[in-house]
């Protein structure tokens, strides 16, 4: 027997969410949102630009069934370091938050890049999300330059504004 799984019927609405600034997390009532900063560039795909262009905001919003540090799983990892090494770091999902915001709000203050999204992906079969984002933070000691927040969550909705 021959199954296929269609990629072009899998859709998760993250429009042009790739590469857009993160600005703050939020963690209330078993809720995690991440809210953006959204900028339509030009050399996005016409079709999909064109339902996006009027947007200057977005939020994820990710809903769960119980403590959300129980249903998260947050993985701090670092670019290859002068030895060779790849680290990873896993906290809490409220640890993360205020750390994070604390790094935003700095990079902000200072002018420097800010923390981006990449992409989210999905395991439907498990109920599990991956939402995977590029960061700059150095914590303990280590640089560490992407993020991935492995959720089991009940929805996750994508607000565009």
């Known amino acids: 027997m021959t199954e296929k799984f269609v990629l072009s019927e899998h859709y998760i609405p993250d429009g ?9 997390i939020k963690l209330e009532n078993n809720e995690l949102t991440l ?6 560039f030009e050399d996005y795909i016409a079709s999909v630009a064109e339902k996006y262009k009027d947007f200057t905001k977005c939020r994820i919003k990710c809903r769960f069934e119980e403590d959300a540090d129980s249903c998260v799983n947050v993985e701090l990892k670092s670019c290859r370091q002068k030895n060779g090494v790849y680290k990873v770091k896993v906290m809490s999902l ?4 205020e750390i994070a915001n604390k790094e935003i709000a700095y990079r902000k203050k200072k002018g420097y890049w800010s923390w981006e999204y ?6 439907p079969n498990f109920g599990l999300a991956q939402i995977d984002l590029f960061i700059w933070i150095k914590y303990k000691g280590i640089v560490y330059d992407n ?4 959720l089991d969550a009940e929805e996750i909705e994508f607000i565009w504004e």
Request: proline share 0%; with cysteine.
């Open 16 to 24: 042009i969410l790739h590469d857009q600034d993160l600005y703050e």
């Open 35 to 40: 809210s953006f900063d959204i900028s339509c």
């Open 94 to 97: 409220s640890e993360f938050v």
């Open 118 to 123: 990449i992409a989210t992906g999905v395991s």
């Open 147 to 150: 993020c991935s927040l492995n």
